[in-house]
């Protein structure tokens, strides 16, 4: 690289590095001194180290070494680098206090995580991020790990970092004890790689993103049973219905087996299967198909009234029949089922009464939804065992907030489209911090479950309205490249934590991000927390013992976390550094105390 200007220095993993950034005051005394990271067996830190450069970056190359340390090594096999790509950002379609950096929309923000350098041909001088994340080994020792990142233009040697990494004497858990959901699009997948559905090509690319999602902490997966994806019109089942001359229905099961054999493989818990009724009203069924004997075809069932008797009868046989096959398989605590999503005030008699519908014909399967006020369940009589608020109503809502409090029953929540401002969320121009504090935040009000609907949500959307008052139709069945436009109906970032990979026609998962790196990181910290706090709950030590400070310490650690940092969903720190200050003490205070 023929360049005049170079500049490389350390920035931890919630800071986006905007190509116009200069380098800051001391650069060179931060790149002398490098990182200092911290992490649990069985971890993912990261970091990433910025680059201020002219002329074409190409030929940029990293070189990372291995980690030592007197107990051992952390090869450079277990450290992925990823160069941090950028998107376009082309309004703020919510209230713009809570955005990183307001005056930058529209403009372009750091976020794919890329396996080449941006700004291919480029000769003016910029910024870039290259992001580190290293993958702690189950079984490595604890102590203090060194090495070092070299970054390379042909034989020129242009930065040399220092990287430092305390190993703690525990391991995370291995499966997580916060629940995740992030909706899959499967006919994003499908349409984005060209395979037909269920071909075996299909299975293949399906296990790499169940790989993707479980390398992230996520454990709960949507499922298209009966019905797929209520955001699209292409909805591919897992269950094949045929319907008997005498009127009765069969069911095959195949395709669900394996589905949950893939799934299973990577550790999830749950399969959450599709909403069976239409979003917010819950008026008509969502689209689904099944083969007539006596019509000897397939029929297509669009907007089946819920009241109908095809609907009650289908419904009921599915449901009887599923239960049965769940319960041969010990399967019926791990599949969760939904009635219809965000259902509207004035349709909440409705619900509740296709809810106890529901669980007349599948007693043993929980209930979750997305709801916006305890109404419904204090007042109308909801069978809901998960029920899921928008965040804030954790805050504002008594029986959510006294029941996470309780932790006798569980309450998940969610984010979707909002809540904005000064809220945290996962939109693109919002601080990565946002995004991880949630974790903490959900730790703080006794949350145990995050839901979100777009993992891989990359259709095009049709703005008009839909019968339905208020309600968009989402898609039209075309897919966009998120790399380079974004559905313009919601917050950018809203719709996906993932990209498509370019290369749609190679087996290959998806492209990651700085948000989703952040949100796995959240879910690390939820374990954490839930750690020290079953740790400093234990015993009473005698007050001048080592272990009394050792527990005073980590209560003080836990008080900070339930505090300042996430004791008010508004008011929390965007500074990165106090939240990661934080979790170091977090994590020292385990140490001490097993």
């Known amino acids: 690289m023929a360049s005049t200007d170079f500049t490389a220095w350390p920035v931890d993993e919630l800071t986006r590095v905007f190509p116009y950034d200069a380098p800051p005051p001391g650069a060179a005394a931060l790149a002398k001194s490098g990182w200092d990271l911290a992490a649990a067996r069985g971890e993912h830190v990261g970091c990433q180290i910025a680059v201020h450069a002219s002329g074409d970056t190409r030929d940029l190359q990293i070189e990372v070494s291995d980690l030592r340390s007197r107990a051992g090594t952390i090869t450079a096999r277990n450290i992925q680098t990823r160069w941090v790509g950028l998107v376009p950002v082309p309004l703020d379609a919510f209230d713009t206090t809570g955005a990183e950096r307001p005056h930058l929309a529209p403009g372009w923000y750091p976020d794919p995580l890329l396996e080449a350098p941006p700004w291919a041909g480029s000769t003016e001088t910029k910024s870039l991020a290259l992001h580190l994340s290293i993958s702690v080994p189950a079984r490595a020792k604890a102590g203090t790990y060194r090495g070092s990142v070299t970054v390379r233009s042909g034989r020129k040697r242009l930065a040399r970092i220092p990287l430092s990494l305390q190993v703690w004497p525990f391991a995370i858990p291995r499966k997580p004890t916060f629940n995740y959901t992030n909706w899959f699009h499967l006919d994003c997948l499908t349409k984005w790689h060209r395979c037909p559905p269920w071909s075996e090509r299909h299975w293949q690319i399906i296990d790499l993103y169940a790989a993707e999602m479980a390398a992230h902490r996520q454990n709960v997966i949507t499922t298209p049973a009966l019905t797929g994806n209520f955001h699209n019109f292409d909805p591919m089942t897992l269950v094949d219905v045929i319907r008997k001359r005498n009127g009765t229905y069969a069911f095959d099961f195949e395709k669900l087996q394996r589905w949950v054999n893939v799934f299973d493989s990577h550790g999830f818990a749950y399969y959450e299967m599709w909403h069976f009724l239409a ?7 969502q689209a689904f198909g099944l083969y007539d004997e006596k019509k000897k075809g397939r029929v297509w069932y669009d907007k089946l009234s819920p009241n109908s008797a095809t609907f009650k009868g289908l419904v009921s046989a599915f449901l009887t029949e599923l239960s049965q096959w769940l319960d041969r398989r010990k399967l019926t605590d791990r599949f969760l089922l939904h009635v219809y999503d965000e259902p509207r005030r004035e349709t909440w008699p409705h619900y509740a009464k296709m809810s106890k519908f529901y669980r007349e014909h599948a007693p043993g399967l929980r209930q979750v939804d997305a709801i916006s006020t305890s109404d419904l369940i204090t007042e109308f009589g909801a069978d809901l065992d998960i029920p899921v608020p928008l965040t804030p109503h954790l805050e504002d809502d008594a029986y959510f907030r006294e029941r996470g409090q309780a932790g006798s029953d569980p309450v998940w929540w969610y984010t979707c489209c909002g809540p904005s401002g000064r809220h945290a969320n996962r939109f693109v121009s919002q601080p990565l911090v946002n995004g991880r504090t949630l974790f903490w935040q959900g730790f703080a009000f006794g949350v145990t479950g995050y839901l979100h609907w777009g993992y891989n949500f990359w259709h095009r959307t049709r703005q008009q309205a839909s019968e339905w008052p208020g309600v968009n139709s989402y898609a039209d069945g075309r897919l966009l490249n998120p790399l380079r436009e974004h559905p313009t109906q919601w917050a950018v970032g ?30 690390q910290d939820y374990e954490l927390l839930k750690m020290l706090e079953g740790l400093v709950s234990k015993g009473r030590p005698k007050k001048s013992s080592r272990e009394a400070k050792a527990v005073a310490a980590g209560k003080r650690a836990l008080k900070s976390a339930t505090g300042p940092i996430a004791g008010s969903l508004t008011e929390f720190p965007r500074d990165p550094s106090r939240l990661l200050n934080t979790r170091r003490k977090v994590g020292d205070a385990i140490a001490a105390l097993i």
Do not use: M, N, T
């Open 494 to 523: 809203d719709a996906a934590i993932v990209y498509p990979h370019p290369e749609w026609w190679e087996d290959r998962g998806p492209i990651g991000s700085l948000r989703y790196e952040a949100v796995r990181a959240g879910l």
């Open 279 to 285: 979003q917010a009203h819950g008026k008509h069924a």
